[in-house]
């Protein structure tokens, strides 16, 4: 009986997460959600949520004395400090304030409604690379090498979807590929390219995470390119759906763009991309669109009745005045 108590304790031992494992994760969704605030023009709620999470790292370092965990909980504190100013400045803005009309007017850049949210956090971080690109003005077309990875210290399995991190990573490489190909001055290099200029270094290439210049030099010589651009997409973090938001996902990309003849990385962009997973709330977003077609109908009814002049109301004319106003705000929308 007694060695049972004993591999019972230490398996419940091994199976309890220690606090700065939990302490790390809790610290990594913060940073997630300060760049859902960044992206969303400084969102009260993110920012608040980033807060509590710092809160919950230090309640959970209290008591620890070990020199990872003390390292933690500084990190927290001065996330934390932080959080307070970045909370101030929110509280007036335009998107805080009148937030159902920022929200009409699509501008939250994280809101997936139809697609994938691991594509629309790439097709963010292409955006901010794609602006970066231009401005260069090199004379040749650039070939793109983009490998995927996903951040160690989450599980194993996705905490978004059933997908294999594996047939994850290969469509996120293939998403910015294709962005790649739609830019005048890049092009993406499919792997069966790679392999055939430069045989077995072109796995070696896109498996690791680190940056093997002399591949990509030989690279170079193969595809008589002077620059190559090496762009690694990774999986920073995951937040599954809870009760108070939808699915989130956070991308870590970085692009450098490594000069072939000197071995030398002549420029680096470094950008995050978050995707929000919206496609739950489609049945929610149609009854307020029609909702807001029914209030303009009505509004319109009632402000010809308080006119003082007789008039002879058409029923189809006022509901052709009113969805063509919802489609004229709709369509200004776009452009806001």
Excluded at 121 to 131: G, M, R
Excluded at 146 to 160: M, T, V
Excluded at 238 to 252: A, G, K, S
Aim: proline fraction near 3%; charged fraction near 25%.
């Amino acid at each position: 009986m007694i060695y049972f108590w004993m591999i019972l304790w230490v398996g419940l031992g091994f199976s309890a997460p220690m606090p700065e494992e939990e302490a790390e994760a809790l610290l990594r969704n913060a940073k997630t959600w300060y760049y859902v605030a960044r992206l969303t023009e400084n969102s009260l709620k993110a920012h608040k949520r980033s807060e509590r999470l710092y809160k919950k790292t230090l309640d959970i370092l209290k008591d620890t004395q070990s020199t990872q965990g003390q390292e933690l909980r500084q990190q927290a504190q001065l996330g934390l400090d932080q959080t307070t100013p970045r909370i101030d400045n929110a509280h007036d803005t335009f998107r805080n304030v009148l937030w159902p009309i920022w929200w009409v007017t699509e501008s939250d850049p994280t809101a997936e409604w139809y697609d994938d949210l691991f594509m629309k956090a790439v097709e963010l971080c292409w955006d901010n690379i794609e602006y970066q690109i231009v401005r260069l003005k090199e004379p040749e077309r650039i070939p793109v090498v983009a490998r995927s990875f996903r951040n160690l210290q989450l599980p194993e399995k996705s905490l978004i979807d059933e997908m294999s991190i594996q047939d994850r990573t290969q469509l996120m490489r293939d998403e910015f590929l294709i962005y790649a190909d739609t830019n005048n001055s890049l092009y993406g290099l499919s792997d069966d390219h790679g392999r055939r200029a430069i045989g077995e270094n072109w796995n070696t290439l896109i498996s690791q995470q680190d940056i093997p210049v002399d591949i990509i030099r030989q690279l170079g010589v193969e595809l008589k390119n002077q620059y190559v651009m090496l762009v690694d997409i990774n999986i920073a973090d995951e937040i599954p759906r809870d009760t108070d938001h939808t699915p989130i996902v956070r991308l870590d990309t970085q692009a450098y763009l490594i000069n072939t003849k000197t071995g030398l990385i002549a420029h680096h962009i470094y950008v995050q991309g978050i995707g929000k997973d919206l496609r739950s709330q489609n049945a929610s977003a149609l009854w307020w669109v029609i909702g807001v077609f029914f209030f303009t109908f009505v509004a319109t009814i009632i402000s010809l009745k308080r006119d003082d002049e007789d008039h002879d109301i058409h029923i189809f004319g006022v509901f052709g005045v009113a969805l063509v106003s919802y489609l004229l705000g709709g369509a200004l929308g776009e452009f806001a």
